[in-house]
């Protein structure tokens, strides 16, 4: 059964940039599942340790850009003694087609779990034509 | 005119050749001992959850990332000094009429005991979830505790 499977740790995927980057620090792909519906696209993106202070969804000439900062959490007078994860910032970029109502755009942050709905605009939901026998 | 001969060097013989070895030997040590030297990195069990282990001189702080995790799908257990932490990641399906343009977040089961360097008081330990990071506090045990010494 798939749902059973055992986890499998997976190291953050650093981000290679075509542009350097202006401010230091590594910069990671958050893993996203994206799926549709008739009436919207759905995107949920797993950013763990991002507030919603340090969220920012940015949407400009049909690019999406979700940027997140990785709030810190260690304490000044810890020390490490084993280092598996390391934090940064979040970064992924979607582009997104005509169809979608950028004034209906709704994001929602739980435990860790971006979910941005996108809907569709309402021209472009498909209706069924009923043919008249003539 | 110069001529430059990059390979022949005139006080090239066995004896500096031996040297040559011996100098790029400690280099490769100094490499090495610097990479010692730093904390251990990345998948360094190759366990899920990957974990990020602190301390200060009270506590132990170990510390994972579960996005989208509910306290009640996480067991945590303690033990001595070893901590054990397992659980479930479900996603939820989204219906029956999606399709799925991309899937790259996983679900499954997980289960990681993790020791722990030195005693600790496993009843005062304590566990948040916020923002999808687990925190496990462990207090150290008294007698491991660093006591500050004053000179007389």
Redesign the interface.
Known sequence: M??????????KQELSTPAEQTRPGLVFTP????????KQI?L?A??????LENLNIDLREDVLTLTGDI?P???A??????????IGRYFRQFSLSEVIDKDRIDAQL????LRLTLPKVEKATPRSIKIKAG | MIFRRPFYNPTWDFRSAFEELERMRRQMDEVFGELERR???????????????????NN??V?A??????PEDINISATGNSLSISG????PS??E??????????????SRVLAL?GEVDVDKAEAS?M???L?VVIPKAEAAKPKQITIR
């Open positions: 798939a749902e059973t499977k055992e986890l499998q740790p997976r190291e893993a996203v599942d994206i799926f549709e519906t008739e759905t949920l797993d950013i763990p340790g991002v507030t709030t959490f260690e304490e007078d810890e020390e490490d003694i084993l280092v598996e994860y390391e739980t435990d860790g779990v | 904390p251990q990195r990345l998948l360094g069990a190759g366990v899920f959850p990957l974990i990020n282990l602190t301390e200060d001189n132990y702080y510390r990332e579960l996005p989208g995790m509910k479930q990641r479900n996603i989204e219906g009429d999606v399709r799925y343009h991309r899937r790259e977040r996983s679900a499954g089961t997980f360097p979830q923002n999808g990071i925190t």
